[in-house]
């Protein structure tokens, strides 16, 4: 039988493996992954791509390519309520209520004051593609679809995996140091018992990609999200519409996807006449709709009991299943195989222990708990929007009809459905504006120098981010200036190294940088930021989020998560430096 030796072999070709791919690369990892299907997804799904997924895109280069070829920021800084596109009857046609969102409107002095990147749109039938392309350029990175992962073993020093060819049936072996699983728990997480704890068969989750033009019926480009509600359409009275693209994604986007929630085994859900259904619930009967293909997946929010065990590690939708709410599942994923690949690589080269893979299920675990939960919570918060606009379950039609009349009236009542209305759906900010959600999250693992500090409070609508430089946090986004340019201090991190920022009179810990880097046989770039630096921060904020004094110093791991902090200069700072460097690595 034919073998293949790779330090990391990915088992999985969705979104955390690619990426995972695209990340060993950058760090000078070979890897070999092996994806069962013959392409990337026929099914657009997951959409949007949060500022935390944005950064780590941006740091590996393809940032720019999803902002190009997916939402123009525009079209997706709010979501809206509406009864229907089209129609004529009284409650036809309306808008009921707006919301910010995803950095838009008024949330955007916030959001771009938090990060050098604004959140992406781009569904996973597009964005994979962009994925596979760039993970495929690398000479370092053998891409397989069409190849499955049949059975494997480990030992102390490695994994032997048997592969099969889908389309010839030939099997070969591939011996790896570490055997990733981002396969939605199918082969590599059964064999070491990982199950996946949690409620699930839920809500079962339609949707249907199809080609359309409503643009004569739309004359709001502005939300990513459109939810219709209207109590003249029965059992099909609720659903959600997203753009599609591929060229537009406005009123005129070629393309479309239409969610629908059903309880499992329902008899209402026909897939014969799903396009006559959107059309009953838009109210746009002369538009012609092509559909591409409808799927179903059952909504669950579990987790891992367990990540994997020595040299074999789960990550992605093997680790972690969310409701679609809050969008937390791929970004989720894709932060995975962040976090886990710069701790491949440092082992791989030798420059940590192999201790320090245990530290991956330490710090991603507690977070994907938060946002399973989180996601849940958000989904389950969709089903108190119809009684906010003052819809009755199972009252007949006409009622429900009457509740909106009033909800649209000039009158006392009507102000007051509004009011109640607004306090009611203002309440899903939990989806649309989970800031700290989205960045806030922070580690406690062997690989985090704790100082003692208190973390910043959790926000309980988890939308209000509090940027800190408390170890295990990520790094406060701040802009500095060199040579008359402006540049994020992520631009100075990342990328495989680890980096120390400090004030303007920083030369001892350069001199300190130089020596670990050297004793430990890593890459470390020490940065002065202040007036007479390297870097200015002109407008202070270096200066105000660091909460160091200008002696001190702020670690931060290829992660770009603050490993260790300083807060003034102390004796030895080439003595402590190492001492921090060889505690995160394990050594």
Known sequence: MKSIETPVLICGGGGSGLSLSIFLSSLGVKSYLVERHGTTSHIPKAHYLNQRTMEILREHGIADTIYAKGTPFEHMGCVSWMTSLGGDGPVDGKTLYKMDAFGGGSLAETYEADSPSRSGNLPLIRLEPVLREFA???DLASVNFGHELTDWTQDESGVTSVIRNVETGEEYEVRSQYLIGADRNRTVGPKMGIELEGPTNMVDMVATHLSADFSKYITDDDPLIRWFSNPASGAWSSGAMVAMGPEKFDRHSEE?????????????????????????????????????????????????????????????????????????????GIQDA??????????????????????????????????TQWALLTFMNHFVIEPGFGMVPGAPPEANIGAFMNLLSDSWQGEFARQRMHEVLNTQRTEFQAHDLEIGFHY??????????????????????????????????????????????????????????TGADGQEWKDASKAAAEKLNIQIDCHCIGADGEYADADQQWHRLSQVEPNGAVLVRPDVHVG???VSAPGNPSEALSQALEAILCR
């Open 136 to 138: 495929e350029k690398s």
């Open 256 to 332: 479309w996807v239409f969610h629908f929630a059903f309880q499992p085994g329902d008899p209402t859900f026909n897939e014969n006449d799903i396009a006559p259904r959107i059309k009953e619930l838009l109210k746009t009967p002369d538009v012609d709709i092509k559909v591409h293909k409808v799927s179903h997946w059952i909504v669950e929010c579990v987790l891992a009991n367990h990540y994997g065990k020595e040299r074999a590690l789960v990550i992605g939708d093997a680790a972690h299943r969310h409701p679609p709410t809050t969008g937390l599942g791929l970004n989720s």
């Open 338 to 371: 962040h976090n886990i690949a710069w701790k491949l690589a440092a082992v791989i080269k030798g420059q940590a222990d192999h201790k320090l893979m245990s530290t991956y299920e330490a710090e991603r675990r507690p977070v994907a708990a938060r946002n």
């Open 444 to 501: 406690d693992s062997d690989a985090v120098i704790a100082d003692g500090s208190e973390a910043p409070p959790l926000a309980p609508m988890g939308d209000v981010y509090v940027p800190t430089t408390r170890p295990g946090h990520r790094l406060p986004h701040v802009w500095l200036e060199r040579d008359g340019k402006r540049v994020s201090n992520h631009d100075l991190c990342g990328r495989g190294k680890f980096v120390v920022l």
């Open 564 to 566: 260790w902090r300083c």
